[in-house]
């Protein structure tokens, strides 16, 4: 029997409240400090390591929050999940992305069908449909070859076209039409050749308003240039909502939330087209590999449940209410925008599993940017701003490319790197100077995420990672991560707004907008 408890209610958490404070500046400073760097270390999935040798804990800090994870029964309720038992409470549902990766527990059978056998059918079926796109088996209507895919959908995600590019692995432009402002779909059309290209609609209930008024753009485009929409389009939907009008249909149901589709056929279809199904394989084994360190109950062999646990310990001890995702790689530019998504639509909730309202800070506000564009901008608000906000380094040794210059003595893959180390000291650390304006107090926690390179398989881990330390820190909580009520109430108001039934403020706004 799991037992579902406010984080206050927890006497590991008021133990944890009452351990000594870590002063950053001195335990990171010297020898010390190297000893730490290399010590307060733990190996991920596909040459990943997390190192949190620069976040505000020490061997007492961890003690507590081993404790804390014992006496919040993170393990096991996370094998609930895996297990197939209904943990989104608030939309009655299980929550089964990790099976569209592997099978970490029992055989999970729900709608009468057995789910980790209906994810592997529907990888199946895109694999076999994307090799023959890519052979010429599938073509427009021409008889000629797709040389583009473009998901209309709500959001969207890709990898590396360079990775892809250097091992040979690129088979189409991808494109993504996800906001309904007309300028995304018309700057994504402008850009492409619509009668080579191929659209995937992704729409669960297919009753989506965003996703089908970008399909209708989209279908009116094809027509407009004397094409059949019906022969250059694809579905991404729930079985129920199957339709004639597509070259063909691939299936989700409503065990994976949106932010954690990446892995599902939802991503599937996508990056099997650009990048071939192998890669796609590839990307889902480093995403198996990283949730099998997460059934760890050490933490220290557990780098999503301890990352969780400190963040925890950042939010409702220390007291910052941010998180900075800063990875040190082009092809991530677009990753800490996927981890706001992740991270505050899952737990950005003010009452409980019960709906019960809790007494204390859950979910952080995510942000953050590549380096090192965002050393020149909010950086200096990081180090000498009045607000302490917690760190997030990604940083791999090498480039995806590896054409690299030398230029006065490095390479500029070695720069970027000098740059994240140069940084997680800074930010520790400080300096002190005579002038006041020329003074880091330091102080400044970060974790960092490092690797050799960023491929699939590491990819695939890293998004494991950050999915299960959000899962594990919305069971700290006791909140409801799985579900998006916050999402819905604009969403009615829309639908009001364009039914011409408002009044008050919403009436007045509509029509400062033209509506």
Same mark, same amino acid.
């Given at each position: 029997?799991?037992?579902?408890?406010? $984080?206050?209610?927890?006497? !590991?958490? #008021?133990?944890?409240?009452? /351990?000594? &404070?870590?002063? %950053?500046? +001195?335990?990171?400073?010297?020898?010390?400090?190297?000893?730490?760097?290399?010590?307060?270390?733990?190996?991920?999935?596909?040459? $990943?390591?997390?190192?949190? !040798?620069? #976040?505000?804990?020490?061997? /007492?800090? &961890?003690?507590? %929050?081993? +404790?804390?994870?014992?006496?919040?029964?993170?393990?096991?309720?996370?094998?609930?999940?895996?297990?197939?038992?209904?943990?989104?409470?608030?939309?009655?549902?299980?929550?089964?992305?990790?099976?569209?990766?592997?099978?970490?527990?029992?055989?999970?059978?729900?709608?009468?069908?057995?789910?980790?056998?209906?994810?592997?059918?529907?990888?199946?079926?895109?694999?076999?449909?994307?090799?023959?796109?890519?052979?010429?088996?599938?073509?427009?209507?021409?008889?000629?070859?797709?040389?583009?895919?473009?998901?209309?959908?709500?959001?969207?995600?890709?990898?590396?076209?360079?990775?892809?590019?250097?091992?040979?692995?690129?088979?189409?432009?991808?494109?993504?039409?996800?906001?309904?402002?007309?300028?995304?779909?018309?700057?994504?059309?402008?850009?492409?050749?619509?009668?080579?290209?191929?659209?995937?609609?992704?729409?669960?209930?297919?009753?989506?308003?965003?996703?089908?008024?970008?399909?209708?753009?989209?279908?009116?485009?094809?027509?407009?240039?004397?094409?059949?929409?019906?022969?250059?389009?694809?579905?991404?939907?729930?079985?129920?909502?199957?339709?004639?009008?597509?070259?063909?249909?691939?299936?989700?149901?409503?065990?994976?939330?949106?932010?954690?589709?990446?892995?599902?056929?939802?991503?599937?279809?996508?990056?099997?087209?650009?990048?071939?199904?192998?890669?796609?394989?590839?990307?889902?084994?480093?995403?198996?590999?990283?949730?099998?360190?997460?059934?760890?109950?050490?933490?220290?062999?557990?780098?999503?449940?301890?990352?969780?646990?400190?963040?925890?310990?950042?939010?409702?001890?220390?007291?910052?209410?941010?998180?900075?995702?800063?990875?040190?790689?082009?092809?991530?530019?677009?990753?800490?925008?996927?981890?706001?998504?992740?991270?505050?639509?899952?737990?950005?909730?003010?009452?409980?599993?019960?709906?019960?309202?809790?007494?204390?800070?859950?979910?952080?506000?995510?942000?953050?940017?590549?380096?090192?564009?965002?050393?020149?901008?909010?950086?200096?608000?990081?180090?000498?701003?009045?607000?302490?906000?917690?760190?997030?380094?990604?940083?791999?040794?090498?480039?995806?490319?590896?054409?690299?210059?030398?230029?006065?003595?490095?390479?500029?893959?070695?720069?970027?790197?000098?740059?994240?180390?140069?940084?997680?000291?800074?930010?520790?650390?400080?300096?002190?100077?005579?002038?006041?304006?020329?003074?880091?107090?330091?102080?400044?926690?970060?974790?960092?995420?490092?690797?050799?390179?960023?491929?699939?398989?590491?990819?695939?881990?890293?998004?494991?990672?950050?999915?299960?330390?959000?899962?594990?820190?919305?069971?700290?909580?006791?909140?409801?991560?799985?579900?998006?009520?916050?999402?819905?109430?604009?969403?009615?108001?829309?639908?009001?707004?364009?039914?011409?039934?408002?009044?008050?403020?919403?009436?007045?706004?509509?029509?400062?907008?033209?509506?």
């Amino acid at each position: 029997m799991i037992n579902w408890n406010n $984080l206050d209610t927890l006497e !590991a958490f #008021k133990e944890l409240k009452e /351990t000594p &404070l870590v002063d %950053l500046n +001195k335990v990171m400073s010297g020898e010390a400090g190297a000893e730490r760097v290399k010590t307060y270390n733990i190996p991920m999935a596909e040459g $990943l390591n997390y190192n949190f !040798a620069a #976040k505000k804990v020490d061997d /007492t800090t &961890l003690k507590a %929050l081993e +404790k804390l994870a014992t006496e919040a029964e993170l393990s096991n309720k996370f094998a609930a999940l895996y297990n197939g038992e209904v943990v989104n409470t608030g939309e009655n549902r299980l929550v089964l992305h990790h099976m569209t990766r592997g099978q970490l527990g029992e055989a999970v059978n729900a709608d009468g069908v057995d789910k980790r056998t209906f994810y592997t059918t529907q990888q199946k079926r895109i694999a076999e449909f994307a090799d023959k796109v890519h052979n010429g088996a599938i073509t427009n209507g021409a008889g000629e070859k797709f040389t583009t895919v473009v998901q209309i959908g709500i959001g969207g995600s890709d990898l590396g076209e360079n990775w892809a590019k250097k091992n040979n692995s690129f088979k189409m432009e991808a494109h993504f039409i996800s906001n309904v402002d007309p300028d995304d779909a018309s700057a994504v059309l402008a850009s492409i050749d619509v009668a080579h290209s191929l659209f995937i609609l992704v729409s669960k209930s297919g009753t989506t308003l965003e996703t089908l008024t970008n399909e209708s753009f989209v279908k009116n485009a094809l027509k407009e240039a004397g094409l059949d929409p019906a022969k250059h389009m694809i579905a991404e939907t729930s079985p129920l909502a199957k339709s004639d009008d597509y070259l063909d249909a691939f299936y989700m149901d409503d065990y994976i939330g949106g932010r954690f589709s990446s892995t599902s056929s939802v991503g599937g279809a996508v990056l099997s087209l650009a990048f071939g199904p192998n890669v796609f394989a590839d990307f889902l084994e480093g995403a198996s590999a990283e949730d099998k360190l997460a059934l760890n109950k050490d933490i220290l062999k557990n780098p999503a449940m301890l990352d969780a646990l400190i963040g925890v310990y950042e939010r409702n001890v220390l007291g910052y209410e941010c998180t900075a995702v800063l990875p040190y790689s082009q092809a991530l530019s677009r990753f800490p925008a996927h981890l706001q998504q992740l991270d505050m639509e899952s737990n950005g909730k003010s009452v409980n599993r019960f709906n019960e309202p809790v007494n204390y800070p859950t979910g952080p506000v995510i942000f953050g940017e590549p380096g090192t564009n965002g050393q020149h901008s909010f950086y200096q608000l990081l180090h000498q701003g009045t607000n302490i906000v917690p760190l997030q380094f990604i940083g791999f040794k090498n480039s995806q490319l590896e054409n690299d210059v030398t230029i006065q003595d490095s390479t500029s893959q070695q720069k970027l790197c000098a740059n994240v180390a140069a940084q997680i000291v800074a930010f520790a650390c400080g300096k002190d100077d005579e002038n006041p304006n020329k003074t880091f107090k330091g102080g400044r926690p970060s974790s960092i995420i490092t690797g050799d390179k960023l491929t699939p398989k590491s990819l695939g881990a890293l998004l494991s990672h950050f999915e299960n330390k959000v899962m594990f820190q919305g069971f700290l909580w006791n909140i409801n991560s799985f579900d998006q009520e916050g999402v819905q109430l604009g969403k009615v108001l829309a639908k009001r707004v364009l039914a011409h039934d408002t009044d008050g403020a919403l009436q007045v706004y509509s029509e400062m907008l033209g509506i």
